[in-house]
Every structure is written in C-alpha cells, then in structure tokens.
C-alpha cells in the first residue's frame, strides 16, 4: 500500500487541514449550493472572461448578498479564484460540476447519508445503523431501499451502479473464461449484471438471489426486456443462516455484495457457497478494495463510503482491505485461483473455487 505510511506535513499545513475538518459540513452544502443555484456553470459558460458579483446575481437571479457569501466561501473552498474582481473557476470547481462520479458521490451523501451521520458515533457504539432512522424503521437500509423517497433511491441507485456498472464491461470476459451455461447472482439488486450476461452469450441462463423488493425490480424490467425465459429469481434474506445456496452453477457471482455484511456474515455466506459447489465452480468475487487502489483518491472514497455502512447501511460492514478479506475467502474453504486488479474504476475481481484436499 502506497498510502497513509508517514506524515510529511508542516505544522501550518496541520492547522489549516485542522480547520477544514472543522468546517468540512459547511463546505460540503456551500459546495453543492454554488453548483445547484447555477453559479459554478454561469462562470464556466463565461469562459475566460469571469464574472463580476453582479453579473452573477443578474445570471443566476440570486440576492446581492446571496452571490456576494456563496461566491467569497467558493474562493476559500477553492472552486473559485478573483481577479480584476472577476470570479474564475477553479480546476476542482470544473471537476465538481462535470464529473460523474462527483456527482453520485455528493448526491449519494447528501441524500441519503448527512442528517444520518450527525449519530455516527452512536452507531460505532451500538454496531447500529443509527442514522437509518431518518428515514424509518428497518434493521438496514436493503430491507428499506424499495420504501425509501423517490430522490434518496434515485441517488442510492445512481451511486451503486456508477461503481459496479462501469466494471461490468471489463470484467464480463474474465466470468465467461469457462463458457458457463448457469450463473447465479447473489444480491443482483435490478439485474443490471445479468441482463450484461445475457447479451454476451447467447446460450447462458441466469438466476438472480435477493430480498423481495429488489427482486421484484428485477423481474420487472426482465418482462420489459423480454428475458424472463432465460432468467429465475430466488427470494432469499442472505443474512439467515438457514438460507441454502442452491447448486447447480458453474458460475456463483456476487458484485458489491459481501461488502454489505459483517465478517462473521461473509464468511457463513462464502460456507454457503462451497456447500453449493463442485470442484469445476467458480466463485467470482468483484470488490472494491481500498488498500489496492492506484490513486489516493481512491482510497479515500472508499473509506469515507465505510462509515455508511457503518452508520446507514447495516451498522457492520465496511470497503474492506484486501488481506482482510482474503482472510475471510480462506476461512470459508475457498481459494484464490486468480486476482485482477484496475477493473472499471476501482474494482479488483477475485476467482476462487474451493480449497483442494490437503491444502
């Protein structure tokens, strides 16, 4: 791991981070307010030629003072610069308004984790998603996410799949190295992997495992897309021990998924799984790990997303580490056949099959 090994800052380089954490929820809602009342893409519009305070009051229908506060924090935020009193954009204000991933992230916190957080700590006590409660009152937010506002599963929805969706291209050729003719989705949510998968081969079928609510988004746009003679739909709460995995795939695939669960969880899952398989099956494993990311950013995405799970999702879950995780496929009896890292954009897949006699 390249990151997070010293500490090269200067003491005023420390304090000023220091104040930024102090004030990171002000940022954040400054941040996305400059963006949603137009005034980052008025100044963009204007190319090099800036704007005065006015002429983005007039641009943007804004108050005198309204422009005047929002646009002095763009210049301590760093999305905006002044000169010759024309505001400019920043690089990162250009990232922050064009960006895709941006986007979902910041939609992704603000509606569905801010108000959440403010019992973070609560949570990290309890082992309790305590934030969940602003929407109502579900053990975690799956059993949650079919009731949840419109808007909050629209950003749920558009920051899961910006992840996985961005994967699938690249990572759909490694599952088929093996020509599966049965793969079984556990945790397929709308189906969005196995719709890929049918459009890939012709000959394959595949059966999605999920809870009700998701399952039902699934079967809903199979009809719409006339797959549903190729596809089956298993409803399942994974979390119960009771709950078999059925046999019968070359192919086990499970997306985003285990990073849903507690340890303990994803080790009674991965069991499950070798219970279901032959010594030809697969287990395909696709996971953002924090620890083998190329870029800090990365990184630091992932494990800020950790303490959704921790406070929203289910109170016991995280981005993990990979060796922390390879632990787990070890402990389950499974091995790792084949790792591949820098799939999509920050997804590494794991093939495992189950551990041969005498290992």
């Given at each position: 791991?390249?990151?997070?090994?010293?500490?090269?800052?200067?003491?005023?380089?420390?304090?000023?981070?220091?104040?930024?954490?102090?004030?990171?929820?002000?940022?954040?809602?400054?941040?996305?307010?400059?963006?949603?009342?137009?005034?980052?893409?008025?100044?963009?519009?204007?190319?090099?030629?800036?704007?005065?305070?006015?002429?983005?009051?007039?641009?943007?229908?804004?108050?005198?003072?309204?422009?005047?506060?929002?646009?002095?924090?763009?210049?301590?935020?760093?999305?905006?610069?002044?000169?010759?009193?024309?505001?400019?954009?920043?690089?990162?204000?250009?990232?922050?308004?064009?960006?895709?991933?941006?986007?979902?992230?910041?939609?992704?916190?603000?509606?569905?984790?801010?108000?959440?957080?403010?019992?973070?700590?609560?949570?990290?006590?309890t082992?309790?998603?305590?934030?969940?409660?602003?929407?109502?009152?579900?053990?975690?937010?799956?059993?949650?996410?079919?009731?949840?506002?419109?808007?909050?599963?629209?950003?749920?929805?558009?920051?899961?799949?910006?992840?996985?969706?961005?994967?699938?291209?690249?990572?759909?050729?490694?599952?088929f190295?093996?020509?599966?003719?049965?793969?079984?989705?556990?945790?397929?949510?709308?189906?969005?992997?196995?719709?890929?998968?049918?459009?890939?081969?012709?000959?394959?079928?595949?059966?999605?495992?999920?809870?009700?609510?998701?399952?039902?988004?699934?079967?809903?746009?199979?009809?719409?897309?006339?797959?549903?003679?190729?596809?089956?739909f298993?409803?399942?709460?994974?979390?119960?021990?009771?709950?078999?995995?059925?046999?019968?795939?070359?192919?086990?695939?499970?997306?985003?998924?285990?990073?849903?669960?507690?340890?303990e969880?994803?080790?009674?899952i991965?069991?499950?799984?070798?219970n279901?398989?032959?010594?030809?099956?697969?287990?395909?494993?696709?996971?953002?790990?924090?620890?083998?990311?190329?870029?800090?950013?990365?990184?630091?995405?992932?494990?800020?997303?950790?303490?959704?799970?921790?406070?929203i999702?289910?109170?016991?879950?995280?981005?993990?580490?990979?060796?922390?995780?390879?632990?787990?496929?070890?402990?389950?009896?499974?091995?790792?056949?084949?790792?591949?890292?820098?799939?999509?954009?920050?997804?590494?897949l794991?093939?495992?099959?189950?551990?041969?006699?005498?290992?």
């Amino acid at each position: 791991m390249k990151f997070y090994n010293e500490d090269k800052s200067t003491a005023l380089e420390a304090m000023e981070k220091a104040q930024w954490l102090a004030f990171a929820p002000v940022v954040f809602q400054a941040s996305r307010a400059l963006r949603n009342l137009g005034i980052l893409a008025a100044i963009e519009q204007s190319r090099m030629l800036g704007m005065t305070a006015g002429e983005i009051e007039q641009e943007c229908k804004l108050s005198h003072y309204g422009a005047r506060v929002l646009c002095e924090s763009g210049l301590a935020i760093g999305l905006l610069y002044i000169k010759n009193e024309k505001y400019f954009l920043t690089k990162t204000a250009s990232f922050f308004i064009n960006d895709k991933l941006t986007e979902a992230n910041s939609d992704f916190i603000n509606d569905i984790c801010y108000q959440g957080l403010f019992d973070l700590e609560k949570s990290i006590v309890t082992g309790k998603p305590e934030g969940l409660k602003t929407f109502g009152d579900w053990p975690t937010v799956y059993q949650a996410l079919a009731e949840l506002p419109a808007q909050v599963q629209e950003s749920w929805f558009k920051f899961d799949h910006y992840y996985s969706d961005q994967a699938f291209d690249g990572v759909i050729p490694l599952v088929f190295a093996r020509s599966p003719k049965n793969i079984l989705d556990i945790g397929g949510n709308t189906g969005k992997f196995a719709f890929q998968c049918l459009s890939y081969s012709p000959e394959v079928k595949v059966s999605i495992m999920d809870l009700p609510g998701q399952l039902n988004m699934a079967k809903r746009a199979a009809f719409e897309n006339g797959n549903e003679n190729r596809m089956s739909f298993i409803e399942a709460n994974i979390l119960d021990e009771n709950q078999y995995i059925p046999s019968g795939f070359e192919v086990i695939w499970m997306s985003q998924f285990l990073d849903c669960f507690s340890d303990e969880q994803i080790i009674s899952i991965l069991k499950r799984c070798v219970n279901a398989m032959n010594d030809n099956d697969r287990v395909c494993i696709l996971e953002p790990f924090w620890d083998r990311q190329r870029f800090k950013a990365s990184a630091f995405s992932l494990q800020m997303t950790s303490l959704y799970f921790t406070n929203i999702a289910n109170g016991n879950s995280q981005m993990y580490h990979s060796e922390v995780f390879a632990g787990f496929v070890k402990e389950a009896g499974l091995e790792t056949v084949s790792m591949h890292d820098g799939i999509g954009i920050c997804h590494t897949l794991l093939v495992c099959r189950k551990q041969q006699s005498g290992k």
